[in-house]
């Protein structure tokens, strides 16, 4: 056998016992993580949100978030151009399961209600509106890496603390195969997890060309918010729909 034939062999056969003895920490850190969220009922923060659609990556929306778990519901308000002024307000037992919206600026005295995959709202959109909030960003780093755990191909580290937002946070990587990158949301995840309530925080997702694709990230994050009907209902006078 070569030399360069044998330390092919190596290399693989290490990030395969690499993968391979990721999966137990991975699995307990995955349900400690779900049981965290689990006890969350609703929530406000600001979200940031920035995407890479059609190989451009889309300017950085900031977005007052109301969220609560059931009925899923979601009001959201651009703070910040290039869609400030513009609100969304959809919940799950109300319209048809359609969303009520309408943009800033002069056009902010037209609503409408739209389905959640309609074009309108899926212009320079990966995902539904739907697809919103920490229980959707806990859900997509779940199936990736179980997934990829039951294949023995998640590689996963801890890479220390970093603040952010004022909160302490762990970072965890995962990494999958970036020649099965297709089977994957990203070949990479890079994940700030909060150091005290163990919800997540924030997600960067990178492909097999180290381009950042999708970055969600929660800001003054209030969990278990004091959250009534008013706050899902397109009455409420404080809103504009």
């Known amino acids: 056998m070569s030399p360069l034939l044998r330390s092919a062999l190596f290399a693989a056969t290490a990030l395969a016992a690499q993968a391979i003895a990721a999966a137990p920490g991975a699995e307990q850190w995955l349900r400690d993580a779900e049981a965290a969220y689990k006890r969350v009922q609703s929530y406000t923060a600001i979200f940031h949100k920035q995407q890479r659609v059609a190989g451009i990556l889309q300017p950085a929306e900031t977005i007052f978030l109301k969220c609560r778990r059931a009925p899923f519901s979601l009001y959201m308000k651009w703070i910040r151009a290039p869609h400030e002024g513009s609100e969304l307000l959809y919940r799950a037992d109300w319209n048809e399961g359609r969303a009520r919206a309408h ?32 229980g959707f960003l806990l859900q997509t780093v779940a199936a990736n890496m179980r997934k990829a755990i039951e294949r023995g191909e998640l590689a996963f580290a801890d890479r220390g603390g970093e603040t952010i937002y004022g909160r302490h946070t762990r970072i965890l990587e ?60 397109p009455n409420n006078p404080a809103y504009r729909f």
Not at 187 to 205: G, P, S, T, W, Y
């Open 103 to 134: 943009r800033g600026g002069l056009l902010s005295f037209f609503t409408a209600d739209l389905d959640p995959r309609d074009p309108a709202l899926m212009a320079d959109n990966l995902r539904p509106v739907t697809s919103t909030g920490i």
């Open 174 to 233: 995962m990494t999958f195969p970036g020649e099965k990158s297709g089977d994957y949301v990203g070949q990479r995840f890079v994940v700030n997890q909060d150091a005290e309530n163990r919800i997540l925080l924030r997600i960067r997702v990178y492909d097999r060309d180290g381009q950042l694709v999708e970055n969600y990230a929660y800001e003054n994050l209030v969990l278990d918010a004091a959250l009534g009907e008013a706050d899902f209902d």
